[in-house]
């Protein structure tokens, strides 16, 4: 995972062999729920391909993302407590296949196989080293500086390289950014003003263009900022 790169969790899907059944795939378009927090949790899903957003929806309709789940992650590993809801709400970023497997079938491949237990073990630790960075992203950096995070992380997974910078394909809105780092919509917009005067990237349309990507990456070089 590279310096500035999201709290994206992702792992090798053959990992999973032994437990996926080609047969029970399910596949949404992008910005559908998966699953609500509080629902009760039946199954859990290994992502196949796409990416999904397990955030906490706060009872005045806000969100707050706590992860980015890519291929070869695990979500909704609560199935696996008798009568738990799902801790978190999943919802799709763009059309994401996953594999959905009945709560009792994963518990006997935990208790029957090896193999899928450390895969498990391993994909929860990898699960809580992000959460840790995200926690200390937010602690110990400026609004500005997970900003830039954000977006040098979009430019590597999104980005098209141009001569005038790099062209970040996906479209984002600034509510959707605020939504990635933990800020309000306001201060995304501000940000992002500031970023425009600096020449360090400039909007095209809803897109954004990286000017100066070294410039950019030097910022997360700097305390305070």
Request: aromatic share 8%; charged share 25%.
């Amino acid at each position: 995972m590279d310096a500035w790169s999201s709290s994206f969790v992702q792992s090798n899907l053959e990992l999973w062999a032994k437990v996926l059944d080609a047969r029970d795939i399910l596949c949404l378009p992008a910005r559908t729920i998966v699953f609500s927090q509080g629902d009760v949790a039946k199954h859990v899903y290994v992502v196949q391909r796409g990416q999904i957003a397990l955030s906490v929806p706060s009872p005045t309709g806000s969100e707050k993302v706590l992860m980015y789940a890519g291929v070869g992650c695990i979500v909704g590993e609560q199935a696996l407590l008798d009568g738990a809801g799902y801790s978190y709400q999943a919802m799709t970023l763009e059309e994401s296949c996953f594999y959905r497997i009945p709560a009792q079938i994963f518990r006997h491949y935990l208790s029957s196989n090896t193999d899928v237990s450390m895969t498990f073990i391993f994909n929860l630790l990898n699960k809580d080293q992000s959460l840790m960075a995200h926690i200390a992203d937010l602690s110990f950096n400026s609004a500005k500086h997970r900003l830039v995070k954000e977006l040098l992380f979009c430019a590597e997974t999104y980005g098209k390289k141009r001569d005038d910078g790099i062209l970040i394909k996906r479209a984002f809105s600034q509510e959707d950014l605020g939504k990635r780092i933990l800020a309000s919509r306001v201060t995304v917009n501000k940000l992002i003003k500031e970023l425009e005067r600096q020449s360090l990237l400039h909007r095209e349309g809803r897109r954004l263009v990286l000017d100066d990507v070294e410039k950019l990456a030097a910022i997360l070089d700097h305390c305070g900022l």
